[in-house]
């Protein structure tokens, strides 16, 4: 069963639809803004891992050796790593959680080249 990805014009959310009939008319619709300007997007492809093989993967120190405890964007980035690993979705909180973390990373940034 194909599973679709469309970003949305209005807010630049992509949304997945998972399709069991192909052959028809399918409109998609924003899960955020509830919009109809989507467009298409490619997908990457998803492989089902075992559950020993996530684990395995989330003890390999290489891979969490950039975790700063103390910078919000560098967490948030790792809780939506790691919910990706476990195999869960951690949900539009999560996503807007990061989102925030970088926004507020970018504008302290800025602030902080305002004050040199």
């Known amino acids: 069963m194909p599973i679709y990805e469309y970003r949305c014009k209005e807010c630049g959310k992509i949304s997945e639809f998972l399709l069991i ?54 967490m948030a980035k790792w809780m939506k790593k790691m919910g990706k690993e476990m195999g869960e979705d951690m949900g539009e909180d999560v996503d807007q959680m990061v989102e925030g973390a970088m926004e507020e990373e970018m504008a302290s940034s800025s602030e902080e080249g305002l004050e040199d």
Request: charged share 45%.
């Open 21 to 74: 009939r192909t052959d028809e008319k399918f409109t998609p619709q924003c899960k955020r803004c509830n919009s109809k300007k989507m467009t298409r997007v490619l997908s990457r492809v998803r492989v089902i891992r075992s559950e020993e093989s996530r684990m395995e993967s989330l003890a390999d120190p290489s891979k969490w050796g950039d975790i700063d405890e103390k910078d919000p964007k560098s």
